[in-house]
């Protein structure tokens, strides 16, 4: 199994561009997420999805869109990038029943930074 | 309410110390309780993690003590060695928020040889 896995690793992007942050988990996980990771802030969740066809927002959902039509692919959308969104961002997934908690496991991370 | 707060920010600790590592949590109804691992240009990976109906839990040489009633809980790194040098976040989360985790700031541990 590859686990989870996120392309691209790096990314420039202008203000205003648009992209697509790619992220896909072969581990039959119902459970996924997004996280951006800022230098002494931790993690913070964007959006999560319980399964396909169901996401919700998390702690900073602003300037970004999700979409989960597969159980594998939770693709992150910046629509019009801003230089407050250069960070690296996570994806994770998990398996959970009966919304118990359970073992989260990320990705390797996209580094973005926009200009 | 969600805050989850963490401490030191970064610790430096010598090969064979003990590296203690400290949260504090807000929300009563919180009741996971994980520490995760991250080394640099990684994704974070699951070390260790307690639920509040022990106060204790213990794996290999990484330990959680847990405090219920002070709303606190730490990570303790027995006989701490360089390859444990890594960025270290506690979280937690409530059963009816299924998988959803607030992680604290994170502490950059640096074990010297």
């Known amino acids: 199994n590859a686990g989870v896995t996120q392309t691209p690793k790096f990314r420039i992007l202008k203000i205003g561009q648009s992209m697509t942050l790619q992220c896909t988990q072969d581990m039959n996980h119902n459970y996924m997420y997004w996280y951006r990771q800022d230098p002494g802030m931790g993690l913070k969740l964007i959006y999560y999805s319980v399964g396909a066809g169901i996401t919700d927002k998390g702690e900073v959902p602003n300037g970004y869109n999700v979409s989960r039509s597969t159980t594998e692919d939770f693709p992150l959308r910046l629509e019009l990038a801003a230089p407050s969104q250069t960070s690296v961002y996570f994806c994770?997934?998990?398996?959970?029943?009966?919304?118990?908690?359970?073992?989260?496991?990320f990705g390797p991370g996209t580094r973005l930074t926009v200009l | 309410q969600q805050q989850v707060k963490q401490s030191p920010q970064s610790l430096i600790v010598q090969k064979g110390g003990i590296s203690i590592i400290n949260c504090a949590y807000e929300n009563t109804a919180f009741d996971y309780f994980p520490w995760y691992q991250q080394f640099p240009g990684k994704g974070p990976a699951l070390l260790i993690a307690?639920?509040?109906?022990?106060s204790e839990k213990k794996e290999g040489r990484f330990t959680i003590s847990f405090n219920k009633s002070a709303k606190q809980f730490s990570l303790h790194i027995m006989d701490s060695q360089p390859g444990d040098s890594a960025t270290y976040f506690c979280a937690a989360s409530k059963e009816t928020s299924g998988s959803r985790l607030t992680f604290g700031e994170g502490t950059q541990l640096t074990v010297n040889p």
């Open positions: 307690i639920r509040p109906d022990v």
């Open positions: 994770a997934s998990s398996y959970s029943l009966a919304g118990d908690t359970d073992t989260q496991y």
